[in-house]
């Protein structure tokens, strides 16, 4: 009898063919990859990404709109858009701050001021894996958004060596989050989850 699908996916994956940013975009230009399908590009692998809840998606809309209001022309909100991090990382996360004039028409951006993923069952990819990859490219501050915590978890001066943050802080819906990076970006936690 051989293998079952699971023990032939596990052998697989041992050493499995990492793609690079350019391989990625030439899989979107030639229709093998679609430009509205859901997956992202994190450490050479293409990731599904999961579905959005209701509670999920009403964060992504308030934090959206308060970024927008509070940070003015001098940035970009950008949700739900790529970052381009080295040469095999093109996460899209939820939503990115970036200067007002980065990316290019050919690229997109790559660094961001604040990152932010609101979590669900992404809790643990965006705790372990894009924690480390943020940091590794020296996003200065990371939050995340636990939807069902109804907390943020905010990450901030990244150790770019180590792929991890030095400081890291819950804030609770009885608590005023105040960013380490753009300190105009203040409010209380319990009005994201109102």
């Known amino acids: 009898m051989g293998p079952t699908s699971a023990e032939t996916a596990a052998l697989l994956l041992e050493s499995p063919r990492l793609i690079r940013v350019e391989e990625y975009h030439r899989m979107i230009q030639a229709g093998i990859l679609g430009e509205d399908e859901r997956v992202e590009l994190l450490e050479g692998v293409i990731v599904a990404m999961t579905p959005q809840s209701p509670p999920h998606a009403r964060r992504i809309q308030w934090l959206t709109r308060y970024l927008v209001r509070t940070l003015g022309d001098e940035y970009a909100v950008r949700p739900q858009l ?22 290019t028409e050919d690229r997109h951006p790559g660094t961001a001021i604040l990152v932010i993923e609101v979590a669900g069952e992404s809790l643990r990819r965006d705790r372990r894996i894009k ?27 990244p150790d770019t060596a180590g792929s991890t943050y030095r400081l890291t802080r819950t804030w609770t819906t009885t608590e005023t989050l105040t960013s380490e990076t753009l300190p105009r970006l203040s409010f209380v936690v319990a009005d994201l989850f109102a």
Do not use: C, H, M, Q
């Not at 990382?89 to 701050?97: G, H, I």
């Not at 020296?138 to 990450?155: C, H, L, T």
């Open 82 to 103: 790529p970052l381009t991090l080295g040469e095999r990382n093109e996460p899209e996360p939820d939503l990115a701050v970036v200067r007002a004039e980065s990316g």
């Open 131 to 157: 924690a480390a990859l943020y940091a590794r490219f020296g996003i200065p501050e990371y939050w995340i958004v636990n939807v069902e915590e109804r907390v943020v978890e905010a990450f901030s001066d």
